[in-house]
């Protein structure tokens, strides 16, 4: 096993707890270059990693973790996160293999949910969260929870049938501002490009269904 924590008590502890309940811990590492260099070295057969770390303290744990199973598919991964972050979880998931965890932080102060979790996803299973899946499954009923005001507003102004340029004038904001909002709305609404839809009316059809 790997440990990927850049608070260094807590990763300290982990290690710890985790050996006296069986685990091999090859190596710890302290932000995401050191987990990749540390996979390279050791091949662990688990990977255990904070979703933020350094430099920037948003998705570097998680950016290195979907890394490692592109390098290694099937690498067991679990992802400790200190709040629900939908997007960081939905996206652990996305490419449909098992081996997966999504846990909160909160979590780890109950070792043995924490280990029972760890064994789960080496087995190959999958845990998340159930605080994780309820905010997964409201997601999915209400495919527009995720915008922000400022996205809703783009895509009311989108609704109406105005172009960047109308929106930018109508909101007092540039159209390259316009344009960087209808780009979150596609991702957020999970509108890739295709040479077959036009991702602007899918986005509107969306937000007319929703009756918004």
């Known amino acids: ?42 091949s662990p ?16 744990g998680l ?32 490419d449909g293999e098992e081996g997966v965890g999504y846990l909160l932080k909160d979590r780890v102060g109950d070792v043995r949910a924490l280990v029972a979790a760890l064994d789960e996803v080496a087995a190959g299973g999958t845990v998340i969260d159930p605080q994780v899946v309820r905010q997964l499954l409201s997601r999915r009923r209400d495919p527009l929870a995720t915008l922000s005001e400022r996205e809703r507003e783009t895509l ?8 960047n340029a109308a929106i930018a004038q109508r909101l007092v904001i540039t159209e390259a501002t316009v344009a ?20 602007r009316v899918l986005a509107v059809i969306a937000y007319l269904h929703h009756g918004t």
């Not at 255990?48 to 770390?53: A, E, G, K, Y």
Request: aromatic share 4%; proline share 5%.
């Open 180 to 199: 960087k909002h209808v780009r979150s709305i596609l991702e957020k609404l999970n509108l890739p490009p295709t040479a077959a839809d036009n991702r």
């Open 63 to 94: 950016r290195a973790a979907l890394e490692l199973r592109r390098r290694r598919p099937g690498l067991p991964v679990v992802v400790l996160s200190q709040y629900v972050e939908q997007a960081y979880a939905a996206q652990l998931l996305a």
């Open 1 to 42: 096993m790997v440990i990927a924590e850049d608070n260094a008590l807590l990763r300290e502890g982990l290690e710890q707890l985790l050996q006296r309940f069986g685990f091999t811990v090859v190596a710890t590492a302290s932000d995401a270059e050191e987990l990749i260099a540390a996979d390279r070295e050791h």
């Open 156 to 163: 009311a102004l989108m609704a109406e049938g105005r172009s």
């Open 45 to 60: 057969d688990i990977v255990l990693t904070d979703v933020r770390m350094p430099p920037g303290f948003r998705d570097e």
